[in-house]
């Protein structure tokens, strides 16, 4: 239902419409109300056409009153939805409303002025009304997905995670209607993975981690018992980005995105150092450090906490690149390696695809202790770099 | 046979701030000003009005004394429809820029404060709205307000990208409990802070396991949680993200500790936990836990104390442990607190998609 008391007969004196970031003068001269910027650049609302008797009458009034004369809505919203919140002021002869939190990109308006409330007018004086707005302005290029990890297109079938990382920043609130998994046949497997109403992203929101239903992974779960695993063995899926996922900006992604893989045997091992193969670099180089690992491992995890420290302990800066589908950890020095004696360093929370970790299964199978159990946090590699 | 009374978590928190002493001000040491939450998401109440706010982007804890005051009993039901387009219009936008993340009533006065991101990116602005008892809504201003925080590390060396994602919180018996979940590592991230926070403290995390028919662990994360008596000891009971409903007493939360919950019940496949409270009627004590897909679930607690634990499979739909009920007339529901003794307040999402709130006879 419109709001009766803001569109009087349906009449719209005019529209502004300002483009973010746009000057300040108002669209054309035949509206009543104009947009300003304040001291700190937000965008307000003014009616600058107030008479010197009026000026003088409002400048009497108390804040209570002021609230009460000029009012913001958002534009088309049901009649018991509230006024925009926000301040009047009268500001160098004008009468400026400035909105709690900054007017929105895309949304129209309502002002009114209830010109009859200014002391020493006729009570029968008419409301001042009118519609504004704010165009939204599309980002110059579309947010697309850079990359799907795992990036291999055969992974285990107890994979535990999937991250996305996109172009730009994205919007939350939508991932799990976005994402789909569907089988060798398109049709969609149903509920794949751990819908979290907080959704997992970096603080930027440029990458969304995507975990499986832990429950359907899990050995001797009830939903595992039920409907079985997500993925079968020997069986092809491909997973689904929808062009319709909104960035930060409000618009759609460029395209459609669409990674295919076969689900392999399971993964169900700790992750052995022992197994990872150092190939050090020359002294007097910045060539890198090169560590190969003999499966894929989790991408943000090898980002973040392999490290290498030389022989007091102390990091040695430089870059890291994870390359050959995430099996291998390259690391670019700063400055030219010197020979000696170094050491590489993983915290244990390292994992591989399905989530075992150093030292850990995911799920431990505690009647059959083959696994040695590593219980510090970090493990230790020595290496050297020769003269 | 043990004796065993579920708690109202709000009379368990009056209890503690008795035990403690009945004049303790929890708001002592607490700083006036303007607490620049970075993001609102899972909310609570401790006494005397303390909001606690769990701030994922700002990886802190902030509690937020409120100052609220009783509106007066409702003289009926509460009900406001389609609530996020009423929160848009007050603060400027549009509803489908309005995420509602998480509802708290205030024991004390029946207001409910509502965490809400205004804005969907990563520039959103964090707002809490406060709705009386009788249904008026409006911003809780966090301007010149009295509050103190306690950070959670959110990752060694500074990531710039891993987040520890709080998905509950409660207050029993002098501390904060925070359930997390990390955007890397699959791993249980369950805190415990002393409460009023001390300057430097981030609590201790415990590492919570779960193991399936006794045999198979993980450091299963938590989703959603509460804190009840059982034989006079409060317990944690916490649905975790793979599903099962296990308990363990809160005294097993120690620094270094391994605590392995008890699965009291198995709730069935495609069954996402998304919040729970406990409650007592007539005489018996129930948990209602909402869930993604399978409506609302009210959980016969009553012996709970008796319940060894789940060690066989379950098979064929059937569910193991605790006895429960599904009620069927609430649909929809994405979050819930308690209103009063008889009443919980809902957040329920209409088939249209827009989000209604609601109070409801506790079933």
Known sequence: ?387 | MFTRRILLLAALAATSAIAVGQAADLTAGMKKGTPELKSAGPATFAPQGILLVGDTTGATIYAIATGDKSAGSPSEPLKIEKIDEKIAGLLGTSPKEILINDLAVNPETGSTFLTVSRGRGPEATPVVVRVDSAGKLGEFSLQDVLYSSAPIPSAPEGSKARQEVTTDLQFTGGQVIVAGLSNEEFASQLRVIPFPFEKTAGGTSVEIWHAAHGKFETRSPVRTFAVFDVGGQPNVLAAYTCTPLVRFPLSDLKPGSKVKGTTIAELGNRNRPLDMIVYEKDGKDYLLMANSARGVMKVDVQKIDETDGITDAVRGGGTAGLPYDTIADLKGVVQLDKLDKDHALLLVQSESGSLNLESVQLP
């Not at chain 1, 088309?76 to 002021?89: C, E, H, Q, R, S």
């Not at chain 1, 045997?265 to 022992?274: G, I, R, S, W």
């Open chain 1, 1 to 387: 239902m419109r709001g009766a008391g803001w569109r009087l007969g349906g009449l719209i004196l005019a529209t502004l419409l300002v483009g973010s970031g746009c000057p300040v003068t108002p669209f054309d001269q035949s509206s009543q109300f104009s947009i300003v910027a304040d001291a700190d650049k937000k965008m307000c609302l003014e009616f600058q056409r107030l008479t010197d008797r009026e000026r003088a009458a409002v400048a009497s009034m108390n804040s209570d009153q002021l609230q009460q004369l000029l009012a913001v809505r958002v534009a088309d919203a049901d009649n018991d939805v509230p006024n925009t919140a926000g301040t009047v002021t009268l500001v160098d002869g004008n009468l400026r409303f400035e909105p709690r939190y900054p007017f929105s990109e895309g949304l129209t308006y309502d002002a009114v002025l209830r010109r009859s409330r200014i002391p020493g007018n006729d009570a029968n004086m008419p409301d001042v009304l009118e519609g504004f707005g704010f165009e939204s302005v599309p980002l110059e290029s579309p947010t697309k997905v850079t990359h799907v990890y795992p990036s291999a297109d055969e992974l285990p079938v107890n994979l535990l995670k999937f991250y996305l990382h996109f172009s730009a920043p994205m919007s939350r609130g939508e991932a799990y209607q976005r994402i789909h998994l569907l089988d060798a046949d398109g049709k969609e497997v149903a509920d794949p993975f751990l819908e979290l109403g907080e959704e997992l992203w970096d603080p930027g929101l440029q990458r969304f981690t995507l975990l499986f239903d832990p429950g359907r992974i899990k050995r001797g779960l009830k939903p595992r018992e039920e409907v079985g695993p997500v993925l079968e063995e020997g069986n092809r899926y491909t997973l689904v980005v929808d062009r319709e996922w909104t960035d930060a900006a409000g618009y759609p992604l460029a395209a459609q995105v669409r990674k295919s893989f076969v689900a392999l045997v399971p993964d169900e091992a700790p992750l052995d150092v022992n197994a990872w193969k150092i190939e050090p670099p020359q002294p007097g180089t910045r060539e890198p450090l090169v560590v190969r690992f003999p499966e894929p491992l989790d991408h943000s995890l090898l980002e973040r906490v392999v490290r290498v420290v030389d022989a007091d302990d102390a990091r040695i800066p430089g870059e890291v690149a994870i390359t050959d589908g995430e099996t291998c950890w390259r690391f670019r020095p700063e400055r030219a390696w010197q020979a000696g004696e170094y050491h590489l360093v993983a915290d244990t929370t390292l994992e591989d695809l399905a989530g075992n970790s150093i030292g850990r299964a995911f799920d431990v199978d505690v009647f059959e202790p083959v696994q040695k159990q590593i219980k510090t946090d970090l493990v230790v590699v020595p290496f050297a770099i020769g003269p």
